[in-house]
């Protein structure tokens, strides 16, 4: 496992190869966008950052039993392609293949030869892609993008875009918003404004522990609940994705603050 540290003149920026997971990304011009816990540990379930959720969500689709939370990619080192500079950006990329994940339970009922290709332009915006490529055979994988906010009071925040009003969360808080993410989600804090973009997702999931469960939570500090907002896209449950064989599918997401 790698960390990974990137700057430009516009913004520095965060990740670590395990699960590819972007850890910061903090405009010249703005606040840090991105929450970690205190009490964060890679090896466990991450809580921060923007994980990658893949071949499942969750604890999967309806009749899918999976053994653990929010896929196989999230838990094993993904290869570092390297960044190079691109007019005002640094772009960096991470590939996996299934042989990776292999020896994780949940792996066998999947594609043995699935590929992951994960990338992240570094800049004024930060750009995220995810594309799933399976060469031989058909197969339905969930995906997400599981983006941790720093929102330092959740009850000052406020989430449009998933529903007919805003939403403002105050305590325990799950829910998946389906068909969502076309029109684009913004986070409304005090002082600025994150707005979240997408291309080939189509939900958001909105989640917030609450203080009860947050004390529950292993590698998480109970007390950085309020800290916090996961708002989230991707394809899951019902708008799970069927790559066809010899197809692939990309989701991308771009972040904004203003």
């Known amino acids: 496992m790698a960390d990974r540290t990137f700057s430009n003149a516009h913004c520095t920026a965060a990740a670590t190869d395990r699960g590819a997971t972007i850890t910061s990304w903090h405009p010249t011009d703005a606040h840090e966008a ?15 950052g923007i994980p990658i959720c893949a071949p499942w969500f969750a ?6 039993d999976v053994p653990r939370p929010h896929g196989l990619v999230r838990w094993v080192d993904w290869r570092f392609e390297g960044a190079r500079q691109e007019r005002d950006a640094t772009v960096a990329a991470w590939t996996l293949d299934a042989a990776d994940t292999a020896h994780l339970p949940g792996a066998e009922r999947y594609p043995s030869d699935l590929h992951y290709r994960a990338e992240a332009r570094f800049g004024r915006e930060l750009h995220l892609s995810l594309t799933i490529t399976s060469p031989t055979q058909e197969t339905i994988v969930d995906e997400a993008f599981h983006s941790y906010f720093l929102v330092n009071a959740v009850s000052q925040a406020t989430v ?4 007919d009003e805003p939403l403002v969360v105050t305590g325990h808080h799950d829910a998946i918003y389906p068909d969502a993410a076309d029109g684009g ?3 409304t804090l005090p002082d600025r404004e994150i707005t979240i973009a997408t291309d080939g997702a189509r939900d958001v999931v909105v989640w917030n522990p609450g203080p009860e469960r947050a004390a529950e939570l292993a590698d998480f500090d109970g007390a950085d609940w309020p800290r916090m907002l996961c708002v989230e896209v991707g394809n899951v449950r019902q708008h799970a994705v069927t790559i066809p064989a010899g197809g692939s599918h990309t989701m991308a997401m771009t972040l904004t603050i203003s």
């Open 34 to 48: 991105l929450f970690v816990t205190r009490a964060a540990n890679p090896d466990a379930e991450f809580h921060g």
């Open 59 to 64: 604890r999967g689709r309806d009749g899918v």
């Open 160 to 163: 449009t875009g998933v529903g």
């Open 185 to 187: 989600v913004t986070i």
